[in-house]
């Protein structure tokens, strides 16, 4: 209790110099907090974008054009694997729309609406008219229907070898991406059925969602050591530019935070190791009335820890403004993202920031127990 009530005089003694100390620990845990939060959230933004409306991991036939048999094992398999949160079996057929005038190439997706929701979220994506693929029914992007003028309720004219079709435009939908929403159509499980000559139990593709998506290469490897004859691929493997960039963000966002804690930590040391010069006398004084070395050490590991806690406890709360106020501020810009702060990446960051302080209080208490009383007291 001692060392602690003398640590807390010599913070209140040089409040200026406490006082910097503490701002430059919140400063730095701040930047930290928000750092982290702003990539962590910046990769999810991303991830969600990119992948957010697509399989994770996609089973099909190792023969192009080939149909996989969507069996009762497969099923159970992909169904009962921890981590599987959606499997949509699909059927896919590569049409042309054709309006009189031009002719333009449009993927049709087929499938049953709810179990497209999964994927595609379709019902909560449609801006005009309504979620339904029904027979006869299809879904088109809002690109493709502001190009060429088509609303719900008007006819779709689709050429597909030398045959036509005409189905009807139930809705519009919006992925969010200007490619689909131009080139991208879903319909109900029998018109592609229908065109491909498939049995019921055949599909283009089973697509899956898993919970986490960074662990689509290890659900992939599962399953191909126990469906040998189906190809299965995963997202990680078919976007390795979005990988790469995803991994340079966490490499810089990490650098950037060591940075700042070596930057704290030679702040705290060298404001301890002052600290221990100008109080050496009191130091040597209690030293000479019989306090001990370590108890004199605890001196300076109290202080490390009020410096820090402080420090911290601010750092924490301005790490939370900095993402507020850019969340405000950036909150009308289209190419926006929320920042979430994680409260476990956020609990590290404060561990590890009172745990930088508390290290740096090595030095000072190096100092003070090689100190000798006789020849401070002597030297005054």
């Known amino acids: ?44 933004s991303l991830v969600k974008t990119t992948i957010g409306s697509s399989s994770h991991v996609t089973l099909t036939d190792p023969k192009d054009g080939q149909p996989v048999v969507y069996t009762e094992r497969v099923q159970r398999l992909v169904t009962t694997t921890t981590g599987v949160k959606a499997v949509v079996p699909t059927r896919q057929v590569s049409t042309l729309y054709s309006n009189g005038t031009d002719r333009v190439p449009l993927t049709v997706k087929g499938g049953v609406l709810g179990e497209l929701d999964r994927i595609y979220k379709l019902t909560p994506r449609t801006i005009a008219g309504t979620a339904s693929l029904r027979p006869g029914e299809i879904m088109i992007g809002k690109d493709l229907a502001a190009k060429y003028a088509l609303a719900p309720g008007d006819p779709l004219s689709l050429l597909t070898g030398s045959s036509r079709t005409t189905l009807r435009v139930s809705g519009v939908f919006d992925l969010g991406s200007s490619a689909a929403n131009l080139r991208q159509a879903f319909s109900g499980p029998e018109f592609p059925r229908g065109l491909l000559g498939h049995r019921a139990d055949q599909y283009t593709a089973i697509e899956t969602q898993l919970t986490d998506p960074f662990l689509s290469k ?29 991994q340079s963000q966490s490499g810089s966002s990490y650098l950037i935070q060591v940075f700042v804690l070596v930057a704290v930590a030679l702040g705290i040391a060298s404001t301890l190791a002052v600290s221990a010069v100008q109080k050496s006398r009191q130091i040597g004084i209690l030293k000479a009335l019989g306090m001990a070395d370590r108890r004199t050490g605890n001196i300076f590991f109290a202080e490390a820890m009020i410096l820090g806690v402080t420090g911290t406890g601010l750092g924490v709360l301005t790490g939370y403004l900095l993402i507020a106020g850019f969340t405000a ?52």
Request: net charge positive.
């Open 329 to 380: 501020g950036t909150s009308r810009s289209p190419s926006s993202f929320p920042i979430v702060p994680e409260p476990g990446f956020i609990a590290i960051s404060a561990a590890v920031g009172i745990l930088v302080a508390v290290l740096s209080s090595l030095i000072p208490i190096r100092k003070t127990t090689r100190l000798d009383p006789i020849e401070v007291i002597q030297n005054g």
């Open 218 to 246: 290890t659900v992939a490897a599962e399953w191909a050591a126990q469906l040998p004859t189906v190809k299965i691929t995963n997202w990680q493997v078919e976007n390795k530019d979005l990988l790469t960039a995803l």
């Open 1 to 44: 209790m001692l060392p602690l009530k003398i640590a807390w005089r010599f913070v209140r003694s040089s409040w200026a110099q406490s006082a910097l100390i503490i701002v430059g620990i919140a400063v730095g845990i701040a930047v930290q907090i928000f750092v982290g939060s702003l990539i962590t959230s910046l990769q999810a």
